[in-house]
């Protein structure tokens, strides 16, 4: 792997505040409330936002491309006062104006048909700032999070997710007749997300199957739990056993008066508080139905709190990665058959602290996708699975970087590495690497870094 390029950042920013926006990247900047754009390998320029004070400690941002490009940033001001905690706002931007009347003919027929549109032109990120609709929250935002829904008026369109402290996960819309963005109930598209949890959603991952009427929702939380969803046509009181040692799972219970947005923020969650949370060698899925769907509810408990969710599709199937603080980071194959059943976990994966960023993409355009996870330790993974030797997941290549890795995007066939310093522009050739280290293949071999063979502790997976 070679470095073309880095671009340092002005402040540190978090998790959740990178984002992508066809081919550019957006980076908040933390305390400077500043959100950087990386359009190309050369440039780097702040978006011009309006009503984004440069007082804004920004926490998470996300974008789209739907009729028109949308950024929303969710930002916490400082407490002023000795006491006082900071207030949180969402600011969603668009390049709406308020002289338009309603959406060109031609992008509004789109919304039918939900065609993605991925480019995105730089002088389009020069007017989206301009309309701005700000919301003040009751919370302090985490994790903010788009994901497409099919309307009432049986049109597509996406909308907002943000987790809260509150230990709710809210829901914004746009309003295309007034050209502006509401805040809706989360029943209303996500009757299994309406609930108030036990502990503050860290992550959100939605993967929509059979034209977004069916879906998979998965959910992390602070406090290691992974909770996941099945939307399913029909009822079903099937259960399995959970036969992975490889994670701590308990029994999880849902039943539609849980799923229900009024309840109390101190209320309990989907699981039965009456059952021990602790340790257990199975999990069964219950069936629910609720406003016409019936969902299979899985729950699976991590040590530590979950830091990324990443779903890819492999082929015909529905994969899923999960990283958490303190276990390594486990691969779900065929979600939708096997039902989380059995996770495997990515060896050394926790060798170089908690991972916090997760991508996947075919970096050596050998029409197969690689795992690339970047680390708290400052250090770069790249995994490749090798089926033609074994039957496994291994390192072909890793990176140290001189501070902790926050985000991985893989733009214009570049690794760009987002940390706590700037962003990295990184050139890959797994090819390069096999042939530095001199490694020749054969069935029963596998690749590991001499660094990882200088280590002598044994990686322990979670009991």
Not at 3 to 19: D, K, N, R, V, W
Not at 34 to 47: A, G, I, L, Q
Not at 240 to 258: K, Y
Request: hydrophobic letters at 35%.
């Amino acid at each position: 792997m070679k470095e073309e390029q880095f671009i340092p950042l002005p402040s540190q920013g978090t998790i959740y505040s990178i984002a992508r926006l066809g081919n550019h990247i957006l980076v908040g900047t933390g305390t400077f409330g500043k959100v950087k754009v990386h359009s190309s390998k050369n440039v780097v320029e702040d978006v011009p936002l309006v009503d984004l004070p440069g007082e804004a400690d920004i926490v998470a941002i996300d974008a789209y491309v739907d009729t028109c490009p949308v950024i929303a940033v969710a930002y916490i001001m400082k407490a002023i006062g000795d006491g006082e905690d900071g207030k949180g706002f969402l600011n969603i931007y668009s390049t709406w104006n308020t002289e338009q009347e309603s959406p060109p003919l031609n992008q509004t027929m789109s919304r039918f048909t939900f065609q993605r549109k991925e480019e995105v032109d730089s002088s389009e990120l020069e007017l989206i700032g301009r309309h701005c609709k700000s919301f003040r929250l009751g919370y302090l935002p985490y994790h903010l999070y788009h994901v497409p829904v099919l309307k009432s008026n049986g049109s597509y369109g996406n909308v907002f997710l943000l987790s809260g402290c509150d230990r709710r996960i809210h829901t914004f819309e746009s309003d295309e007749g007034k050209l502006t963005f509401t805040e809706v109930p989360t029943k209303v598209y996500f009757p299994e997300l309406s609930q108030a949890f036990r502990s503050i959603v860290t992550r959100i991952q939605i993967n929509c199957v059979n034209d977004i009427l069916n879906r998979v929702t998965i959910c992390g939380f602070e406090d290691g739990k992974l909770k996941v969803w099945i939307a399913k046509k029909k009822v079903s009181n099937a259960s399995s056993e959970q036969n992975s040692p490889s994670h701590r799972s308990r029994s999880a219970s849902l039943s539609s008066s849980d799923i229900n947005e009024d309840k109390d923020a101190d209320g309990v969650e989907d699981g039965d508080p009456n059952k021990d949370d602790g340790d257990s060698d199975s999990d069964s899925e219950v069936s629910v139905t609720f406003g016409g769907e019936t969902f299979e509810a899985i729950t699976h408990t991590y040590d530590g709190i979950i830091n990324s969710i990443q779903s890819y599709s492999d082929g015909f199937q529905l994969n899923v990665i999960v990283a958490s603080a303190l276990s390594p980071t486990f691969t779900y194959t065929n979600v939708i058959e096997e039902n989380f059943a059995t996770g495997t976990p990515l060896k050394f994966s926790n060798r170089w602290d908690s991972v916090l960023a997760c991508c996947v993409a075919d970096v050596d355009m050998d029409g197969r996708a690689e795992i690339i996870l970047g680390t708290f330790g400052c250090t770069l993974l790249v995994y490749k699975f090798m089926d033609d030797l074994l039957p496994q997941w291994v390192i072909v290549a890793h990176k140290k970087f001189p501070s902790g890795i926050l985000g991985i995007e893989w733009v214009n066939c570049y690794l760009h590495v987002i940390t706590t310093g700037g962003i990295h522009v990184i050139e890959y050739s797994t090819t390069a690497y096999f042939h530095k280290h001199g490694l020749h293949l054969s069935p029963g071999t596998i690749v590991i870094p001499e660094e990882i063979k200088k280590d002598e502790d044994v990686e322990q997976e979670p009991s």
